[in-house]
């Protein structure tokens, strides 16, 4: 067994299988190194929204369950509930088992080397080398890619600075009767106000519901009492056949660097899920991509890289997580501003959000900036009785 490479990347999740895939398409010599045996269940909502499918540079229509056209956001309690449909999917459903199978799949047969059932343990500085250590032995690499999730062990090894924000998240695999299932076909379904500081969604699965709440609190609250309750609203209080996941979900990155001596930090290592949403495997894969693409570019030249990784990382991805986190701040710190901002500009609220999951907008093309938040707050955009809906108007944070 050959244990010496140029890159090891260290987790086969999107980001991880992602690198491996663009580095061997490339002639670099790459090993993925991962925990678990895959196919896994991964606790994940498996929802790849329009642009991650984008992203993504192998097909995976065939793992593909259901493609949603429709997404519904709504707030509880007030009632209000908005609906945008689009002649592309705004979110394709997938479990997180086959999904990445097809991944790890496509970087095997583009030239990676796959060691399964192989968790790192260490990672050591050897002079021109990194020594990846296994529980089955040692391997040798110029590079390290750490893809290994939220709770990257790579990096906390290496003493990488942090200052993540992980939040907590619960996903339940729901079997419910055919009839009920058929009433969520097609549609992605958000819900804000389940939950103070967080919100729920339920996505159609082939044979079932991947049902989920998250909570921007760190603490997180009661979540299960509040899934027992989302459960209740939805009709789907009584069903037995219920499989109970939970996780964490890094919705602010680290405060870098991404890149430190010969390791590069990817995906949910380097804390790239998307604050409003919590979705994380468009920027898993593309800062995977990237970071290849800074090895392939710079000829694995350390500085070069480290150099080139950063840029591309403060040009796309940094400062998108930045704005999505204005939005975030609304959505979830300021619930009165949030009725007020769902009673009077939902659709646009919804039609924005469902661009920038379905990769025709981003968070940046929207006008929604600390000075557009702040309008929000002025006085006389207020009715006399509170926060209630005025008359609607153009201009407040969201321009179509
Ligand atoms: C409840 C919940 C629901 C979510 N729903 C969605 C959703 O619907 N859509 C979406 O886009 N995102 C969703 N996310 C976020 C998404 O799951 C992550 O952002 C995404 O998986 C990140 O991909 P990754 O490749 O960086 O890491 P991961 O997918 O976490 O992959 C990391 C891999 O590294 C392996 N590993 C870890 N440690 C080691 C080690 N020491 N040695 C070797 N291997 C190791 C793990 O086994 C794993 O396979 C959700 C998250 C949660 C918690």
């Known amino acids: 067994m050959n244990t010496s490479y140029d890159v090891i990347v260290v987790g086969s999740g999107p980001a991880g299988s992602c690198t491996a895939w663009r580095l061997a398409k490339a002639g670099v010599t790459v090993a993925v190194l991962e925990k678990a045996a895959l196919p896994r269940y991964k606790t994940c ?13 192998v097909d995976v229509s065939h793992v593909v369950e259901q493609d949603c056209h429709a997404a519904q956001l709504s707030l509880f309690p007030a009632g ?8 592309t999917p705004i979110v394709s459903m997938t479990m997180r088992d086959q999904f990445d199978y097809a991944l790890l799949s496509a970087a095997q047969a583009a030239g990676a080397v796959i060691h399964q059932q192989c968790a790192v343990e260490n990672v050591l500085f050897q002079g021109d080398f990194l020594t990846v250590g296994t529980h089955a032995g040692s391997m040798k690499a110029k590079f390290v890619v750490a893809a290994d999730g939220a709770l990257s062990s790579v990096a906390r090894n290496m003493g990488l600075a942090d200052g993540r924000v992980l939040i907590p998240a619960l996903e339940y695999e729901v079997t419910v009767p055919r009839d ?22 339920t996505f159609p699965k082939t044979d079932h519901l991947s049902i989920g709440v998250l909570s ?29 996941h939970g996780f964490v979900i890094p919705i602010r990155p ?4 991404f890149a430190d001596e010969r390791i590069l930090l990817v995906g949910d290592a380097a804390g790239f899920a998307d604050p409003v949403t919590g979705e994380g495997i468009s920027f898993a894969i593309r800062s995977g991509l990237m ?26 991805i940094l400062p998108e997580l ?13 619930p009165r501003v949030r009725s007020w901002a769902f009673a009077r500009q939902g659709q646009r609220l919804c039609e924005a959000v469902t661009d920038v999951m379905a990769g025709k907008r981003s968070y940046r093309d929207l006008a929604f900036t600390p000075r557009t938040l702040l309008k929000l ?6 009715t006399r009785s509170g926060y209630g809906p005025t008359q609607p108007r153009d201009g407040h944070g969201l321009s179509s």
């Not at 909502?45 to 540079?57: E, Y």
């Not at 694995?300 to 040009?315: D, I, N, P």
Request: hydrophobic fraction near 35%; proline fraction near 4%; glycine fraction near 10%.
């Open 377 to 382: 707050l002025t006085p006389q955009s207020f």
């Open 254 to 257: 680290r405060r870098g660097p």
């Open 322 to 334: 930045e704005r999505g986190r204005w939005l975030a701040r609304l959505l979830y710190n300021f």
């Open 216 to 244: 921007t609190a760190q603490r997180g609250g009661d979540l299960k009492s509040s899934m027992a309750r989302y459960l209740d609203q939805l009709g789907c209080g009584s069903v037995t056949q219920v499989e109970r």
């Open 45 to 57: 909502g498996g929802g790849v929204v329009g642009r991650a499918m984008q992203a993504l540079p």
């Open 80 to 87: 209000l509930s908005f609906t945008t449909h689009r002649p």
């Open 291 to 316: 970071a290849a693409q800074s090895l392939i570019d710079r000829h694995l030249e350390e500085e070069s890289v480290k150099h080139a990784y950063t840029r591309s990382l403060a040009e796309t």
């Open 180 to 201: 009920r299932l058929d009433r969520f076909h097609g549609t992605a379904r958000f819900d804000f106000g389940v939950l103070p500081h967080g919100c729920a969604w």
